[in-house]
């Protein structure tokens, strides 16, 4: 089954009782049971609901997976997969990632134990020297969040994937649609199914998919022990998301290459960042392990400034500012003092990540008056 037809069907039967075309919401939180034990396979609904089921089911497909869980958030679902570790275990993760994720690997799970490395997976002396007997989880996060560098997951796990270690992708900025990290090896594909999965800026929400029948017992257990788990409700609406989830994401893909290139040329752009470009470090690898590029653009300004930055940020109309990205509509945000301002400014600047970067989500707008919006605001400065 292609990509195109596993999103309207796979997982997915018209409802038993009525024939409904749309997977019903179970709006319930107890399932009747016949006798004490013996039941219809759904006994109370933060174990299991049927809409969930539906939906875990039909992402695990469109990540070539066998088991998908759905959670409350992104980070909900990263903080379940953070919980399969044990004091005096070691992660490795990427130094370049989302600030919410930083923040809950270093000011929460650090207090219980667990250390947590970051380091420029690009380089291999760097990582390999980080990891040690200790190393039980590698988290990899591509593209990167807010840089957009290139991580080659392949290289990785076919050199770091044992039974000792767990290699996790965070899938979010390019979605199942164009990127599918099991294939490459990884033994979970993780998403904030608040972007591009649903894709409607409407849900928050977690997925993460696996081959692996242990790691999925375990994180079943969690889901249902620790009862981060979305509602009826939000299955629902991502479920509809999904639908639509390649025609959002190739017109995205084709707005962002667009727009990229445009930026690359403008005067007061000093850098821009998207894999698409040619010039870009991780093109070569971007262009084998993915069906395409992305939405996400990055960009820096000749006089790097927040003052001037703020400039920009405050005259779009089209962009509205706004955290988070992956929906229909293009967002312009400000990673320094918004998704990444739990990261310290030192650590921030390491990675290249200054106070004047603006992030772009491009929707799927018409492009030219995505550009026209973009010029009128950079004409400001």
């Excluded at 596993?6 to 018209?14: D, Q, R």
Aim: charged residues 20%; hydrophobic residues 40%; glycine residues 6%.
């Amino acid at each position: 089954m292609k990509f195109a037809t596993k999103v309207i069907h796979a997982g997915i039967e018209p409802d038993p009782s009525t024939g409904a075309i749309m997977t019903p919401i179970y709006q319930t939180s107890t399932y009747v049971q016949d006798a004490p034990g013996k039941h219809k396979g759904y006994e109370y609904a933060r174990t299991q609901n049927p809409t969930r089921t539906v939906l875990e089911n039909n992402v695990a497909a469109l990540e070539n997976g066998k088991y998908g869980i759905a959670f409350s958030s992104g980070l909900a679902a990263m903080d379940t997969i953070l919980k399969l570790l044990r004091t005096g275990d070691e992660v490795i993760s990427t130094n370049d990632l989302y600030g919410g994720s930083y923040r809950l690997a270093t000011t929460v799970y650090e207090r219980f134990g667990i250390k947590v490395h970051y380091v420029d997976m690009n380089d291999s002396a760097q990582l390999k020297a980080a990891i040690n007997e200790r190393t039980r989880l590698i988290w990899i996060e591509t593209p990167t969040n807010p840089m957009m560098n290139i991580i080659d997951i392949k290289k990785i796990t076919k050199k770091y994937n044992n039974d000792d270690i767990i290699i996790c992708v965070d899938n979010t900025f390019a979605s199942p649609y164009l990127q599918n990290p099991l294939d490459l090896g990884a033994d979970i594909a993780m998403h904030s199914a608040t972007k591009y999965i649903n894709g409607h800026s409407d849900v928050i929400m977690g997925l993460a998919v696996t081959n692996n029948e242990f790691i999925a017992q375990h994180l079943k257990y969690l889901q249902n022990a620790a009862g981060a788990v979305p509602g009826p409700q939000d299955c629902f609406l991502a479920l509809r998301g999904i639908k639509t989830l390649h025609l959002r994401v190739e017109r995205s893909c084709q707005n962002a290459q667009k727009m990229a290139n445009w930026l690359n040329k403008h005067k007061k752009v000093s850098k821009v960042y998207y894999p698409g470009l040619k010039s870009h470090s991780g093109h070569s690898i971007a262009k084998r392990q993915m069906k395409d590029f992305g939405g996400m653009v990055s960009f820096d300004l000749v006089n790097n400034k927040y003052s001037v930055a703020k400039k920009v940020l405050s005259n779009t109309h089209l962009f509205a500012l706004a955290e988070s990205l992956g929906g229909v509509e293009s967002l312009i945000g400000h990673p320094a003092s918004m998704t990444h301002a739990s990261i310290p400014k030192k650590e921030r600047m390491k990675v290249g990540l200054t106070d004047s970067l603006i992030r772009l989500s491009v929707g799927v707008e018409d492009y030219d008056d995505l550009r026209e919006d973009l010029a009128a605001a950079l004409a400001k400065i």
